[in-house]
């Protein structure tokens, strides 16, 4: 039994009432999202998971942080090192996407080290597979794709991107309206060039049973990737696009259907005016299943603070509908991030998230920026850095000022405004 | 004869046509927004300025950067240092906020050595004169206000930041509706306190026409500034903001009657579904007057990430109305800024003001993404550097990474999904 077949027998399941108490909603409501595919609790049977989230309308905002080794650095104690910096600055999902040394042993030392919700991306061992065993990318086999969505599942991970929705006639829209910036999926464009070189259907949707039944195994969630998601403003909702998520929706009422609980996967660059239509087109188009967005970076032209262009669209995304964030980091664009830039990237899509929890109207959620407010009013600095999202920062930053030690704010000494005895 | 008095007068003076120029719109189009009190062009007669700008509606957006000394801090060197660190940046605009020091000269210096707008707060020197004089900020006079007014415009700044709409009426609001923040304005809480006390309405409002003569002499804009903007989530939107701003928009109509330029200045701390509303307001309530905002901040508990939380604001206020962005640093609200975090700010704030040009159709904005979007795909790096936003930052952060001299991206090696022959 899946969580969803519990929730549609009415069972209030343990991982359902564990995961309600750290939302702080009941677990009724929890039920009746994952009854209605509009929630869901990536957490895999068998997996001792001490932070559970839910993500789905309703609920706050949640953040996932992507580490994992690229074939130039294959080292598996710096990922362990980017998996600490994630969890510590409050990641609630990481994913591993990794695609040098192990890969294998680098995903079972992460599980085993992970105590949020992990997710992986199994098309990256299919390609390993083939490169493994002295073939090329495009010698793949549909085999080698349901092989490594099973070794993934096997592993205990709790949620899996699998590109399902790239399809022959998707790409024949992108030969049809070419791109600026092509497919910047790495695992929709390892799929689309194999489909192209072999002209054959994308296995993961022909065999999307398959996928299915291997995920009800562990009650392993589905996030149904968009490996045709914009790389550029430029591209942003063009028809291959549009054309996928549609297939996804399709594809996710499926999973749905038999109990397997589904996350859809969305853009990407996309200018900030479009970002509300491609949230409400999502809800319309997959039946209000939870999104999740990478990014989206509203500009193309800031290598370096990515992170920041990110939280400018992922804050506008989640007050339209988005339910996930992942986090874009400062080295987005320029090469691999290391634990610093996992830190900031957290932190930045935190601060996205909880803006976006505001204006959702989440119960509770500004209560800790009206704090944080009163503090200041009574410049009552040791509760302003308790209260800071990263109060180490904070206090570091402070410490640099000449008067730092003083009661008087640095900026203003006697013109301080927040120094009255009136009324205001 | 002020710009807006030619303007009228269908003539296309000089500053006109340079600034329309820069623009890349033509004069007539800046002409038609300074005669209707659209646009503003802060430019004073006399001042030579090599890099002049145009705010308001239909053209980009525009980004100030705050400078200036504290008491504590009062070195000139460093605010030159400063200055140049917000015009290298990119800032449109710079405002001198000094409170320590002597702040003449400081305003000469930081004057002669800026090639943008410059701006200035004379409230902070009528405060100064009545403590160098051995009085307390209560007894300051009308006189010194008005005195200050007069020697901010005649030392030839460009715009100036004036509390005119905090008046004792707004005062009561405050009063009868406790906010958690206060008032966060210097000048503004300045002000408020020194009626509060005298029990006297404010001197800026009640003699408002010997302002306006004041700016007319050199064409100073007017930057009618919100002495009672939020400075926390809890405070956004209430009576006292709002009855200021119906007072601001009833005092630029005077103004602009008269020829003098007026910009609306505007929050401050405001949630993210509360800031379209709040930039639609000024526009009905200021009659489409330039509107520029500090922030505004869509959170108050990230201080060290300000800059951050400003961009999310800025972009949403700038889609919605906003003309102009008051950048802040990540020092905000934990110290005074220094060189290093002016730049971050400016960086941060362009970002928000290019998102939003892109949004906003502004002809020509979304070019330079989609140059660097076919770099990208091309794995062009000479190019991607050339073209980012801050090419240094860029380049050292790429320079991090174990592959960065090879043409391979270090993040995907042979999984590189924009290596393709395909036609993506």
Known sequence: MTLIDLARNNELAPRIVKTAEIENVSPEFLRAGLANGTMVIPWAQGHELSRPCAVGDGLSVKINANIGTSPDAGDISGELEKLKAAVDAGAHAVMDLSTGGNLREIRKSIRDACPVSLGSVPMYEAGYMAIDSGRTFRQMTAGDMLKAVRLHVADGVDFITVHCGVTL??????????????????????????MVANNQENPLFERFDEVIDICRETDCTLSLGDGLRPGALADAG???????????????????????????????????????????????????????VLGPLVTDIAP????????????????????????????????????????????ATRIAAHAADIANGIPGARDWDDKMSAARKSR????????????????ASRAKAPSAKEDACSMCGDFCALKGEDYF
Chains 1, 2 share one sequence.
């Not at 006639?169 to 060039?193: F, T």
């Not at 609980?261 to 997959?286: N, S, T, W, Y």
């Open 169 to 194: 006639r998707a790409v024949e829209y992108l030969k049809k309206n070419r791109r600026v910036c092509g497919v910047v999926s790495r695992g929709g464009a390892l799929l689309a060039r194999w």
């Open 238 to 292: 063009d028809r291959a696009q549009i054309e996928e998520l549609y297939t996804l929706g399709e594809l996710a009422a499926r999973a749905q259907k038999r109990g397997v609980q589904v996350i859809i996967e969305g853009p990407g660059h996309v200018p900030f005016d479009q970002i509300a239509m491609q949230m409400k087109l999502e809800k319309r188009a997959c039946n209000n299943a939870p999104f999740y």
């Open 304 to 347: 370096g603070y990515d992170h920041l262009v990110c939280a400018i669209g992922g804050t506008m995304a989640a007050v339209n509908g988005a339910n996930f964030l992942c986090y874009v980091t400062p080295a987005e664009h320029l090469r691999l991030p290391d634990a610093s830039d996992v830190r900031e990237g957290v932190i």
């Open 380 to 395: 009552d600095w040791e509760k302003m850095f308790e209260l800071a999202i990263d109060p180490e920062f904070a206090r």
